[in-house]
């Protein structure tokens, strides 16, 4: 061995000599320690935060899917609301057709009753007329005047 690795070789002794007597290497292996720890807080931490986020996604996606339930359910009662409001509806509008069938019904029946009655005093004052035309025509004096008159009570009286 030469010189200069002799020396060299003494100088990284000395060296070395003066950093145990310094504590260096106590030094180093703290400041790993502290560096270990710091990566295993950091680990810990990470960690927890998987977890809390973990716990956050299924929170959300069980209130995803009780939203998804809610509208479900909404949409089902509406359809079932709609549908009985259209029965309602077509309940109400075939009474309202049937109500308004039944008064247009009566309203004609009323009519033709009406216009019967018509034909019917129309023809009884036509007889009327006819009757005491054949008679004066036919009869004279005071016995047409009473058969007449007793023929055209007997009329109105059929009549009413």
């Known amino acids: 061995m030469g010189t200069d690795t002799f020396w060299a070789l003494i100088s990284l002794i000395i060296f070395l000599a003066i950093c ?26 990470a960690r927890q935060l998987r977890e809390e986020a973990q716990a956050l996604l299924a929170e959300y996606q069980r209130k995803r899917r009780e939203a998804e339930e809610e509208a479900e ?13 259209t029965e309602e509806a077509n309940a109400k509008l075939e009474d309202m057709i ?27 004052d036509l007889a009327i007329a006819a009757s005491e035309r054949i008679l004066t025509d036919k009869v004279k004096g005071p016995v047409a005047d009473e058969l007449l008159a007793k023929s055209m009570e007997d009329v109105k009286g059929r009549l009413n």
């Not at 007597?21 to 680990?43: C, H, N, Q, T, W």
């Not at 359910?73 to 409001?85: H, L, T």
């Not at 308004?100 to 009884?124: G, L, P, W």
């Open 98 to 124: 049937a109500r308004r069938t039944k008064a247009a019904e009566d309203k004609i029946a009323q009519a033709e009753n009406q216009a019967v009655a018509e034909v019917r005093a129309r023809a009884a």
């Open 73 to 85: 359910q909404i949409v089902s009662d509406a359809k079932s609301e709609a549908e009985r409001m």
């Open 20 to 45: 145990v007597y310094f504590g260096v290497p106590g030094m180093i292996i703290r400041s790993l320690d502290g560096r270990a720890e710091r990566i295993r807080k950091e680990l810990d931490e």
